[in-house]
Nanobody, 121 residues
Framework: QVQLVESGGGLVQAGGSLRLSCAAS????????IGWFRQAPGKGKEREFV??????????TYAASVKDRFTISEDSAENTVYLQMNSLKPEDTALYYC????????????WGQGTQVTVSS
């Protein structure tokens, strides 16, 4: 099992920045990718992909809506993945989740509880 705990959310004005953290524990050696997703208010349970990073590697991907504003990074010594969010917009308001994908998995196998990000205009 892998446990994921997000932190770093909060209320920020448009144009501001936040850094989210995703701390992984348990069978971290099973992790292949860590990803960030978000669930915006009024959009039901749909979770939008934000960004992902290969665990213990440098390969990263971003959604078009956040590219050039968000940066994903990893501290392998701390088993933590960060999402640096700059130039935040009100439409970035959402509950942000991190997720882990195991090697050879077709989907995201583990999820954290989420951290709320609210961007005021």
């Amino acid at each position: 099992q892998v446990q994921l705990v997000e932190s770093g959310g909060g209320l920020v004005q448009a144009g501001g920045s936040l850094r989210l953290s995703c701390a992984a524990s348990g069978r971290t050696f099973d992790i292949y990718h860590i990803g960030w997703f978000r669930q915006a208010p009024g959009k039901g349970k749909e979770r939008e992909f934000v960004s992902a990073i290969r665990w213990s590697g440098s390969s990263t991907t971003y959604a078009a809506s956040v590219k050039d504003r968000f940066t994903i990074s990893e501290d392998s010594a701390e088993n933590t993945v960060y999402l640096q969010m700059n130039s935040l917009k009100p439409e970035d308001t959402a509950l942000y989740y991190c997720a882990a994908k195991q090697v050879l998995s077709n989907g995201w196998d583990y999820w954290g509880q989420g951290t709320q990000v609210t961007v005021s205009s």
